[in-house]
């Protein structure tokens, strides 16, 4: 398995951007599909953005394409999230996920390793 650390969060303007990293443990990170996912109080954990394990292939969910941006940095050990354009709407916490399978998996139980999440609060 591998540990997950996010960090990056904070509160930010509608309009305004934010990069969120995730910093993993251990000498296997490129075996790991990476995704993002995130949280409001009262809601389901729902999928924001997926990468392969070379960064060849993305996916982002269909309400932050053209804002948001997945990448990683294998030699780092790190994921990030690029989040411009930032609305209200995406205030919630972010998790870092990894499963260690090819596929660029989507659904919050296809990942079996978590961050501990970090707050993103976008104010109008």
């Known amino acids: 398995q591998v540990q997950l650390v996010e960090s990056g969060g904070g509160l930010v303007q509608a309009g305004g951007s934010l990069r969120l990293s995730c910093a993993a443990s251990?000498?296997?990170?490129?075996?790991?599909?990476m995704g993002w996912f995130r949280q409001a109080p009262g809601r389901e954990r729902e999928f924001v953005a997926a990468?392969?394990?070379?960064?060849?292939?993305?996916k982002h969910a269909d309400s932050v394409k053209g804002r948001f941006a997945i990448s990683r940095d294998n030699a780092k050990n790190t994921v990030y999230l690029q989040m411009n354009s930032l609305k209200p709407e995406d205030t919630a916490v972010y998790y870092c996920?990894?499963?260690?399978?090819?596929?660029?998996?989507?659904?919050?139980?296809?990942?079996?390793?978590w961050g501990q999440g970090t707050q993103v609060t976008v104010s109008s």
């Open positions: 990468i392969s394990r070379s960064g060849g292939i993305t």
């Open positions: 996920a990894a499963r260690d399978t090819p596929a660029v998996v989507t659904n919050t139980y296809e990942y079996n390793n």
């Open positions: 251990g000498r296997t990170f490129s075996r790991y599909t």
